[in-house]
Structure formats: structure tokens, C-alpha cells
């Protein structure tokens, strides 16, 4: 059974950093590749960045901002969030690229506040 458990979320001002951690369990984080997702209210969940093997990719909104990570030992992905911003609001999700329907966790809640 494949679990993703997000954490990490909080309430921050505008120019905070912020970690999330995805702790990923019934699949392994070195063979797949992950990432990390958003959905911000009344918004379609959207991609935000993707890690696989050594290579990563982000969303241009976030790029040189958000940094994802994986620790292969430990079974987890990360994202360093620095310089936030409003709009980065949202509920961050971790899932593999392509996402897989049943892997959703509930998200942790990011609050970027002006």
C-alpha cells in the first residue's frame, strides 16, 4: 500500500522560507520520479516540481525560488520554499510524475501572508 504523508506547511510572511517533507512509503523515491504539487482556492491543482534521478524541474512561478530534494536512505522528498510569495499559497501536495490517483495524501497548508 502506497502512502505519501506531507508536513511542513505553517503560516508565513512574504520573503519566509519554508521545508516541506514528503515521507513516502510502498514505493521507493530512487527509482520513481516524484514531485511535489499545489492547489491554491478556487484553483486547479497545478505542478510545481519534479525530481528524478538527479535531475529536477519547476514551474517557471517558482524556479530559483523552490528547490525539491530527495533523500533516497530515508524514503522522502523535500521542497525548500525561500522568498515567498502570496501567490504560493496553497495546499502542497508530494506524487509521482505522472501523479497516480490513489497516492494523494491530505496536503499540507502553506500560508504566505502580505
Known amino acids: 500500500q502506497v502512502q505519501l504523508v506531507e508536513s511542513g506547511g505553517g503560516l508565513v510572511q512574504t520573503g519566509d522560507s519554508l521545508r516541506l517533507s514528503c515521507a513516502v512509503s510502498?514505493?521507493?523515491?530512487?527509482?520513481?520520479?516524484m514531485g511535489w504539487y499545489r492547489q491554491a482556492p478556487g484553483k486547479q491543482r497545478e505542478w510545481v516540481a519534479l525530481i528524478s534521478g538527479a535531475d529536477t524541474n519547476y514551474v517557471a512561478s517558482v524556479r530559483g525560488r523552490f528547490f525539491i530534494y530527495k533523500d533516497n536512505a530515508k524514503n522522502t522528498v523535500a521542497l525548500q520554499m525561500n522568498r515567498l510569495k502570496p501567490e504560493d499559497t496553497a495546499v502542497y501536495f508530494c506524487?509521482?510524475?505522472?501523479?497516480?490517483?490513489?497516492?494523494w495524501g491530505q496536503g499540507t497548508q502553506v500560508t504566505v501572508s502580505s
Open positions: 510502498g514505493i521507493s523515491v530512487r527509482i520513481s520520479t
Open positions: 506524487n509521482t510524475i505522472p501523479s497516480s490517483t490513489g497516492y
